[in-house]
C-alpha cells in the first residue's frame, strides 16, 4: 500500500534555530515528491517539487532533500522565523498516475516557532 | 492575479441539506483541483478537471458528492445529502498541469463546512 510518512507530528523550536522535518514514503514507482507549507487558516503553498533525480531543492530558507533510494525526504529549515510557524505536508506521485490514485499525501508536521 | 477563488468561506449546516461549494480558479489555468482535508485523513484529492473536462473522480468519497465545471472560470462542488463526517475544510487549486506532473498548484482559501 503506498503511504506516506512524516516525522515528527508537531515540533517547537526558539526563533533563529533551525530544524529539520522527516518524509518516508512507499510510494511506487515514484515520479516526484513536493513540500508544501500551510498557514492555519490558508490553502497549501508549494515549497519544493522534486523528480527521482534531484537530490536537493533550495527555495530560500527551505531545503529540501531526497534519497529515492532510501525513500526518504527532508525539509530543512534555516534560521527558523516566526513566520516559519505552520504545518508541512509531503507529497508523493507515482509516476504512471495523474489523478488521485497518484497522489499520496502525508498527514503533516505541525511546526511551532517560539520567539 | 487574485488567485484561487473560493466561496463561502465557512458554511454550517444540518444534516440532509445540501450545500454547494464554489470555486473561481486563475484565469489561463486549465487544470482545476477540489481537496479535502479532515485531521483524521489529512488531505485527500477528490476529483480534477482539464479544460471543464473532469478526468479523475476517483477520489470522490461516495454518491452524494459531484462536482462540474461549467466554463474555464467556475467549478461548484455539491454534497446532498449532507452527513456530520462531511465536516471538513474544502480546498480549490489550479494549476497548469495534471496532478501527477510537475507544476505548480495554487490552492484557494478553502471552505470550512460544518454539518450538524
Known amino acids: 500500500k503506498n503511504q506516506v510518512e512524516q516525522s515528527p507530528q508537531s515540533l517547537i523550536i526558539l526563533e533563529g534555530k533551525n530544524c529539520t522535518l522527516q518524509?518516508?514514503?512507499?510510494?511506487?514507482?515514484?515520479?516526484?515528491l513536493r513540500w508544501y507549507k500551510q498557514d492555519t487558516g490558508r490553502g497549501p503553498v508549494s515549497l519544493t517539487i522534486m523528480t527521482f533525480s534531484e537530490n536537493t531543492k533550495s527555495n530560500g530558507r527551505y531545503t529540501a532533500t531526497l534519497d529515492a533510494d532510501t525513500k526518504q525526504s527532508s525539509l530543512h529549515i534555516t534560521a527558523s522565523q516566526l513566520s516559519d510557524s505552520a504545518s508541512y505536508i509531503c507529497?508523493?506521485?507515482?509516476?504512471?498516475?495523474?489523478?488521485?490514485?497518484?497522489?499520496?499525501f502525508g498527514k503533516g508536521t505541525h511546526l511551532i516557532i517560539q520567539p | 492575479d487574485a488567485g484561487v477563488i473560493q466561496s463561502p468561506r465557512h458554511e454550517v449546516t444540518e444534516m440532509g441539506q445540501e450545500v454547494t461549494l464554489r470555486c473561481k480558479p486563475i484565469s489561463g489555468h486549465d487544470y482545476l483541483f477540489w481537496y479535502r482535508q479532515t485531521m483524521m485523513r489529512g488531505l485527500e484529492l477528490l476529483i480534477y478537471f482539464n479544460n471543464n473536462v473532469p478526468i479523475d473522480d476517483s477520489g470522490m468519497p461516495e454518491d452524494r458528492f459531484s462536482a462540474k465545471m461549467p466554463n474555464a472560470s467556475f467549478s461548484t462542488l455539491k454534497i446532498q445529502p449532507s452527513e456530520p463526517r462531511d465536516s471538513a475544510v474544502y480546498f480549490c487549486a489550479s494549476s497548469t498541469g495534471p496532478a501527477g506532473a510537475t507544476y505548480e498548484q495554487y490552492f484557494g482559501p478553502g471552505t470550512r463546512l460544518t454539518v450538524t
Open positions: 518524509c518516508n514514503y512507499t510510494v511506487s514507482p515514484f515520479s516526484n
Open positions: 507529497v508523493v506521485t507515482i509516476y504512471s498516475g495523474g489523478g488521485a490514485d497518484g497522489l499520496t
